[in-house]
């Protein structure tokens, strides 16, 4: 199987896991696998790249997230209350920030896949994602990640297994210039001459009848 065979079937079965909780993290993993052999095959690092990107900054995200809600417990038990909100306020914009940053990431990698592979699932994925980034303050934010998820799992399956050749270009067949009446081409250069002319006027060729 060839690397964008491959990459079809891991990034599409990743795709799947990240619906799955509790084991989101390894359809991550065969994602980021996936775009390495796209990256690869296409000769583009930057798909590879920016997918990385994404991952580590959607990473810090939830590491950010946990740290909110642990902190937010230890204050809640010791009386701060209105501390305690104020962090979770603050930790859930920094996570905001993070996933708008990584969903950024995930639409350039996804837009250049669309553009080599010349599947357009990709960019609306991409821009799906980057949206629902933005708008998860509210629901439709969470409406629109989820679509793009769907969209992101078309996508992968829609892989061909192998780049789509450019057809080569075929040669027009030469068209013999046509003489005038009493006239003849050089048969050394093409120059047009009188066909009584021993001589090519051009090249000095000898002219035959």
Known sequence: MSKLGDAKTLGGIGAILLLIPGISIIGYILILIATKYISDDLGDKSIFDNMLYAVITGIIGVAVMAG????????????LGASAILGVIGGLLVIWIFLIISSIFIRRAFNTMAAKLNVDTFKTAGTLYFFGAILTIILVGFILLLIAYIFQIVAFFSIHDETQPTQPIQPQPAVAPVAQAGTKFCPNCGTQMDSKVAFCPKCGAKQFA
Request: hydrophobic share 60%; no cysteine; charged share 0%.
């Open 68 to 79: 909110v809600l642990f902190m937010g417990g230890i204050f809640s038990i010791s009386t």
